[in-house]
C-alpha cells in the first residue's frame, strides 16, 4: 500500500456513518483525501459534511449484500476502508451476511478493481470461537487476506471509547437512574480500551501507505481493566456511588435469551458468550510489531478522554462541584 502515499486520494469508507466511522472520515479529510461514504442510508451520514470542505465528503448508497452496489462504491477510487460490523442481528443483517458475506464481497471488488482495503476485525476474532460474532470476523479475516494479500490490512480494536461510544456512555447512564451496575461473570473480563481518535489514525496511516500490507494488526490502549474496574472508572468520573451486582454466567446467558428478543437488545447470548474471554492484545502481535506502537501511535489513556465527555452523566453536570466525592460502592 504505498502507490502515491503522499498525494491526495479518492477513499470509500463502507460504514463511514457510525461511531468509528466519523472518526475515520475526519483523519482521512484532514490528509487532504476525497471520502465516499457507502451507506444503506446516505441521508443519515449528512452530519459528517461539516467535517470536510465542499465536495469532499460524499454519501453514496451501498449494501455490503448487494454485490453490485459494492462494486459501483469502489470503482474509482485508490482505497478502501471497511468498517462495518454488527452486535446483534436483525432480520436480513445477520452476522453471516454482514460480517463475512459483506467482507468478502468488499475483497473482490478491490480485487477487480485493483485497489487497496484496510478492513475492521475485532480482537477475537477466531474462525473456531464459540460465538458467532467471533466465527464470522475470523472468516472475513481470512476471506480478505485470501484475496489480496499483501494488499490488504486487518485492524482488530479491542473495546473502543470516544464521544459517541456504546460501553462507557451506556453504563454512565445506567448508573444515572439504577443503584446497582451488573457485573457479568463476576467482572473479572480483561479489556484494553483504544481511543477511537487512535484508531482512525491507524486506519489513515495505512491508507497513506504507513503500514505494511498483508498482516493483522491488534490495537489496544496503553492499560487492561478488568470489567469492573472499567464501571468503578464511570462511577468514579460520574462521581456516583452505586453497588455492583455479580451476575453469575448461567444467569447471564438466561437474561441473555430474554433480551435478547427486543429490537434493540441490551444484551445477547452471544455477547455473553464473548464476555468470557479476555480482549486485550496478545503477546504475538506486541512482538512481532503489530500494534498501535509499531505504527507509530502513542495510545491515549483512558483517564485522559473519559473525563472529557462523561461529566455530562454527572448530576449537575459541568457544573457538578469539583470537590465532591467521587468514590463508588459495591458488593463483593
Request: glycine share 10%; aromatic share 8%.
Amino acid at each position: 500500500m504505498t502507490q502515491k502515499a503522499n498525494l491526495p486520494k479518492v477513499v470509500t469508507v463502507f460504514g463511514g456513518s457510525g461511531f468509528v466511522g466519523r472518526h475515520v472520515v475526519r483523519a482521512l479529510v484532514k490528509r487532504g483525501h476525497r471520502v465516499r461514504v457507502a451507506v444503506r442510508r446516505p441521508d443519515l451520514a449528512i452530519h459528517l459534511q461539516p467535517i470536510g470542505d465542499v465536495g469532499q465528503i460524499t454519501a453514496i448508497q451501498a449494501n455490503l449484500r448487494h454485490r453490485w452496489s459494492v462494486d459501483r462504491a469502489v470503482e474509482g477510487a485508490d482505497a478502501v476502508i471497511n468498517l462495518v460490523g454488527i452486535l446483534f442481528e436483525s432480520g436480513k443483517q445477520t452476522f453471516s451476511a454482514v460480517q463475512e458475506f459483506g467482507a468478502k464481497a468488499v475483497a473482490e471488488a478491490c480485487r477487480d478493481a485493483g485497489v487497496p482495503l484496510v478492513h475492521m476485525s475485532a480482537i477475537g476474532a477466531n474462525v473456531d470461537g464459540e460465538a458467532e460474532y467471533a466465527k464470522t470476523k475470523g472468516r472475513a479475516e481470512k476471506a480478505v487476506l485470501d484475496t489480496l494479500g499483501d494488499r490488504a490490512i486487518v485492524m482488530r480494536p479491542s473495546i473502543i471509547f470516544g464521544p459517541e461510544d456504546d460501553f462507557f456512555n451506556k453504563f454512565a447512564d445506567m448508573a444515572r437512574f439504577s443503584p446497582a451496575l451488573p457485573l457479568i461473570g463476576g467482572g473479572t473480563t480483561k479489556f484494553q480500551p483504544v481511543y477511537v481518535g487512535d484508531v482512525a489514525e491507524a486506519f489513515a496511516r495505512a491508507v497513506d501507505g504507513e503500514v505494511a500490507g498483508g498482516r493483522i494488526y491488534e490495537l489496544g490502549g496503553p492499560e487492561v481493566l478488568t470489567f469492573r474496574e472499567c464501571l468503578e472508572e464511570v462511577l468514579k468520573i460520574t462521581r456516583r456511588k452505586r453497588f455492583f451486582v455479580n451476575i453469575p454466567w448461567w444467569a447471564a446467558m438466561m437474561q441473555g435469551r430474554i433480551l435478547g428478543m427486543l429490537p434493540k437488545p441490551l444484551l445477547t447470548t452471544d455477547q455473553v458468550t464473548l464476555l468470557k474471554r479476555d480482549n486485550v492484545v496478545s503477546a504475538e502481535a506486541d512482538v512481532d510489531g503489530r500494534t498501535l506502537d509499531a505504527i507509530g501511535i502513542k495510545p491515549a489513556s483512558v483517564d485522559a478522554i473519559l473525563p472529557t465527555y462523561l461529566w455530562r452523566y454527572r448530576e449537575a453536570g459541568q457544573f457538578t462541584n469539583p470537590a465532591a466525592p467521587s468514590e463508588n460502592g459495591g458488593t463483593g
